[in-house]
């Protein structure tokens, strides 16, 4: 059984920075690529980034290149998402996930956190 924790999130003032993390209980942690995903109220559950198993293939979504850097660290079993220049639209529920793959998909995920609250205020 796989199971993700996440942590970090909280309120943050705009144009300040947050670091998420998410801790999973697997057994072969490194078999695992792992995303970031969010949901603002009201809205779908949108693609963050994703990181391969490595570490070595990264990518974002537009609307937080530049800004958002995801990173792992496979020997403690851990992903995390830095959160720098945050805006109030960054505001969501943020949601860490691991699967066979880094797709930007999340049907293509197979086990999910319980989602860490951020807010950004103005």
């Known amino acids: 059984q796989v199971q993700l924790v996440e942590s970090g999130g909280g309120l943050v003032q705009a144009g300040g920075s947050l670091r998420l993390s998410c801790a999973v209980s697997v057994r072969t942690f490194s078999n695992y690529a792992m995303g970031w995903f969010r949901q603002a109220p009201g809205k779908e559950r949108e693609f963050v980034g994703a990181?391969?198993?490595?570490?070595?293939?990264?990518h974002y979504a537009d609307s937080v290149k530049g800004r958002f850097t995801i990173s792992r660290d496979n020997a403690k079993n851990t992903v995390y998402l830095q959160m720098n220049s945050l805006k109030p639209e960054d505001t969501a529920v943020y949601f860490c996930?691991?699967?066979?793959?880094?797709?930007?998909?999340?049907?293509?995920?197979?086990?999910w956190g319980q989602g860490t609250q951020v807010t950004v205020s103005s």
């Open positions: 990181i391969n198993w490595s570490g070595g293939r990264r």
């Open positions: 996930a691991a699967g066979p793959s880094d797709s930007i998909y999340n049907d293509r995920y197979d086990y």
